[in-house]
């Protein structure tokens, strides 16, 4: 079982990025789905989560310009970023966790976010 994340890359501030992280594996279910960063310097921290079921919470730094989804059918995750500030920049992890024969927690590999001023 693994996640795989796409999207990423330069942007101005301002602008928009779309994240997506697949799950893909002998996968029965994919419970909570959620984004996460780390900041050069800093320790990882929680952007946003999303059940299955569809509910959400995020990190008050990105309320009301992030916005995370999900396709269950696809076992994908998306994170779509809008207004983004400098402040953004940082690699952005995926996390998932997933039920096989055994409840799992995998990350994706991270993608980076650059947000110039």
């Known amino acids: 079982v693994q996640l795989q994340a796409f999207g990423g890359g330069l942007v101005q501030a301002g602008g928009s990025q779309r994240l997506s992280c697949v799950a893909s594996?002998?996968?029965?279910?994919?419970?909570?789905m959620g984004w996460y960063r780390q900041a050069p310097g800093k320790q990882r921290e929680l952007v946003a989560v999303?059940?299955?079921?569809?509910?959400?919470n995020y990190a008050d730094s990105v309320k009301g310009r992030f916005t995370i989804s999900r396709d269950n059918a696809k076992n994908t995750v998306y994170l779509q970023m809008n207004s983004l500030e400098p402040e953004d920049t940082a690699v952005y992890y995926c996390?998932?966790?997933?039920?096989?024969?055994?409840?799992?927690?995998?990350w994706g590999q991270g993608t980076e976010v650059t947000v110039s001023s």
């Open positions: 594996g002998n996968i029965f279910r994919v419970n909570n």
């Open positions: 996390n998932a966790q997933i039920v096989t024969s055994v409840r799992v927690s995998r």
């Open positions: 999303i059940t299955r079921e569809g509910i959400t």
